[in-house]
């Protein structure tokens, strides 16, 4: 009698030193995008900096479709943190496109770089600028993408509208659908430089063509919100672009849930701040993260645990 209970008492000691054990490691998920464009990269960069410098977490980087699946996933519980375009949190917590039925109450933890609109095809083609893609065979991006959605509000304003052959592509895929003929432009939102541009960029006969859109700016901001401002993809970014090119930028940001924590928002931004060199020895634009910019380039509101990091960095708000 006395065995079995010094087992059972033994048996109830593992089972809660295992429970313990568990609970000493905090597990993140961070949605990021396709393999294709820099969300990914970047993600994998913050999953190994948080991994690596705060005891007991373990951070893992999702492959997902991107800004609107990032929310979708936060919202349901299913994700941590993700990687998103501004104007679809903006969707999300407004409960405007495709978040209309389900709001997600986001909130942002960074704003990290600008995001550039690449409007993309290739010599020969015929296509000269935007309204040209009228009755094109174009990849709009993946479904429930950032991308998608912003491209479906440029073809609005530069009135092709829905007048053209629509395709849902990831931009390693819309790249290869240009590579082989089975498509005539993509449209695709990310960092400077995107890999899978890059890749079409430097294919054997082909020679890159990006369309200016920037005209665009001022009818889209009046329709969904200041969210949209004038940018530049400089000359040379990509192979065989001689011109600067005239283009929408839209902010990233990295976002979390409302009910996330104040410590560990606190502990997310001050981590990856503090270890900024890392980010950008994985991608460049990681450079591009400053805290001058936490002030203003958000359109919903910062997460209490990150502000409270921004503000001990000098950060004034005008709130």
Do not use: C
Not at 74 to 99: L, Y
Not at 115 to 133: F, P, Q, R, Y
Not at 253 to 271: E, F, G, P, Q
């Amino acid at each position: 009698m006395i065995k079995r209970t010094l087992i059972g008492i033994l048996a109830v000691s593992m089972l809660g030193f295992g429970s313990l054990a568990s609970a000493q490691t905090t597990r993140l998920s961070v949605g990021t995008g396709g393999t294709g464009g820099v969300y990914y990269p970047m993600g994998g960069g913050m999953a190994a900096v948080l991994s690596k410098y705060v005891p007991g977490w373990e951070a893992t980087a999702e492959v997902t479709g991107a800004s609107v699946a990032n929310l979708q996933l936060i919202g349901q519980g299913k994700q941590d943190i993700g990687f998103t375009m501004a104007d679809a949190a903006h969707d999300a917590v407004n409960a405007q496109g495709k978040f209309k039925d389900r709001p997600v109450e986001a909130r942002t933890l960074m704003v990290l770089y600008p995001n550039k609109m690449h409007v993309v095809t290739t010599e020969g083609s015929g296509i000269e600028k935007v309204a040209d893609l009228k009755g094109k065979r174009v990849s709009v991006g993946e479904p429930n993408s950032g991308t998608e959605v912003m491209a479906m509000r440029l073809l609005e304003a530069a009135g092709v509208g829905t007048d053209f052959r629509r395709e849902r592509l990831s931009v390693a895929e819309g790249v290869n659908a240009i590579k082989d003929r089975k498509i005539d432009a993509l449209i695709w939102v990310g960092g400077l430089p995107t890999a899978a541009i890059t890749d079409l960029a430097t294919t054997p006969g082909i020679t890159l063509k990006l369309l200016d859109h920037a005209e665009y700016a001022e009818q889209m901001n009046e329709k969904w919100g200041p969210l949209y401002v004038k940018g530049v993809t400089p000359a040379d970014t990509y192979k065989g672009q001689s011109n600067d090119v005239q283009n929408l930028d839209v902010w990233n940001l990295l976002v979390t849930d409302a009910k996330m924590s104040d410590d560990m928002a606190y502990t997310i931004v001050k981590t990856l701040f503090e270890h900024k060199d890392e980010l950008i020895a994985v991608h460049r634009e990681a450079q591009n993260i400053k805290l001058e910019s936490q002030a203003s380039g958000s359109p919903i509101p910062l997460h209490p645990g990150a502000r409270k990091y921004y503000e001990e960095k000098g950060i004034k708000f005008s709130d």
